[in-house]
């Protein structure tokens, strides 16, 4: 991606949270991981990132999602790129993507971490060399580095961008609820292999069928995550029930999301789930949302 010149020695970005439209968990890898098969979609829920230079790393978050700051993605991915070349710098974190709910906050701060380091010291690194970074630090981080839509593969390193119409609002539920993503994966009972659908062609039909989304479409974690938590089924079950052309959980949870035909729609929706945290966003062509 290519961020305009900064004007002073402070770089804004303002990385964004994605949903999953599908996920699909293919098979158990020989190293530990699955294979998954989804399309991610950014949307307009972001957090605000401050990056400037200075002789160390430092990192502050607001509010403070970890005690432990060398563990956090954004102090991870700084060090990553910077300690090789002993350069610091002062990063600031505006929290408003909600943590642990699917919604790759975390990965996306980290993507706009390297992308703003890499604008702010003008460093000579390619776009393949801080994809390697990024794989190495999750597996959403790389989709985050530039992408507003991409058929995810892999363990969710392999980034095929994509170009389909997303026209729905989407209505997001999120119950104060944190879902451990590998127990998430545990749970799955995934025993040999399973083929993947094609997702592109099945959201392209389904713009203007409601039933193929919700006939062809999938999250794999829905029934172990569900089970666990009922309510998170109880709020699916709302959103389609409430006019929802399709309703899922993004990620390994817990946020569940409706799409639906306008702003009016969705906001009547999510109202009688006002107990949850809600909030109605729309796609977004790029993984940063600039000032």
């Given at each position: 991606?290519?961020?305009?010149?900064?004007?002073?020695?402070?770089?804004?970005?303002?990385?964004?949270?994605?949903?999953?439209?599908?996920?699909?968990?293919?098979?158990?890898?020989?190293?530990?991981?699955?294979?998954?098969?989804?399309?991610?979609?950014?949307?307009?829920?972001?957090?605000?990132?401050?990056?400037?230079?200075?002789?160390?790393?430092?990192?502050?978050?607001?509010?403070?999602?970890?005690?432990?700051?060398?563990?956090?993605?954004?102090?991870?991915?700084?060090?990553?790129?910077?300690?090789?070349?002993?350069?610091?710098?002062?990063?600031?974190?505006?929290?408003?993507?909600?943590?642990?709910?699917?919604?790759?906050?975390?990965?996306?701060?980290?993507?706009?971490?390297?992308?703003?380091?890499?604008?702010?010291?003008?460093?000579?690194?390619?776009?393949?060399d801080l994809a390697a970074i990024a794989a190495g630090l999750g597996s959403d981080v790389p989709f985050f580095l530039s992408h507003g839509?991409?058929?995810?593969?892999?363990?969710?390193?392999?980034?095929?961008?994509?170009?389909?119409?997303?026209?729905?609002?989407?209505?997001?539920?999120?119950?104060?609820?944190?879902?451990?993503?590998?127990?998430?994966?545990?749970?799955?009972?995934?025993?040999?292999?399973?083929?993947?659908?094609?997702?592109?062609?099945?959201?392209?039909?389904?713009?203007?069928?409601q039933e193929v989304m919700r006939n062809s479409l999938r999250n794999d974690f829905e029934q172990s995550v569900f089970t666990q938590h009922?309510?998170?089924?109880?709020?699916?079950?709302?959103?389609?029930?409430?006019?929802?052309?399709?309703?899922?959980?993004?990620?390994?949870?817990?946020?569940?999301?409706?799409?639906?035909?306008?702003?009016?729609?969705?906001?009547?929706?999510?109202?009688?789930?006002?107990?949850?945290?809600?909030?109605?966003?729309?796609?977004?062509?790029?993984?940063?949302?600039?000032?």
């Open positions: 991606m290519n961020l305009p010149a900064s004007t002073s020695h402070t770089l804004r970005l303002r990385p964004v949270a994605k949903i999953n439209l599908g996920l699909e968990v293919l098979r158990r890898r020989a190293d530990g991981y699955h294979d998954i098969n989804s399309i991610f979609v950014a949307i307009d829920l972001h957090d605000e990132l401050e990056i400037s230079p200075s002789d160390s790393i430092e990192f502050t978050c607001e509010p403070n999602v970890t005690a432990d700051v060398e563990s956090n993605l954004v102090v991870r991915a700084a060090r990553a790129l910077l300690d090789p070349i002993s350069r610091g710098a002062k990063i600031r974190l505006r929290k408003h993507i909600p943590t642990g709910a699917g919604l790759g906050g975390g990965s996306s701060d980290a993507a706009a971490t390297l992308v703003g380091l890499r604008k702010l010291y003008d460093l000579t690194v390619s776009d393949n839509q991409a058929l995810i593969g892999g363990r969710g390193d392999i980034v095929q961008p994509v170009t389909i119409d997303v026209p729905w609002t989407f209505g997001l539920v999120i119950p104060d609820i944190h879902v451990n993503t590998a127990q998430a994966y545990s749970t799955l009972g995934i025993t040999g292999e399973h083929p993947g659908n094609n997702l592109v062609d099945i959201i392209r039909r389904g713009v203007n069928n009922p309510v998170l089924q109880g709020i699916k079950s709302h959103l389609l029930e409430a006019g929802a052309s399709y309703a899922a959980m993004s990620g390994s949870g817990s946020t569940i999301y409706g799409l639906f035909t306008s702003v009016e729609s969705a906001a009547l929706a999510l109202r009688p789930l006002s107990n949850h945290r809600t909030y109605i966003c729309h796609a977004v062509p790029t993984s940063f949302v600039l000032p």
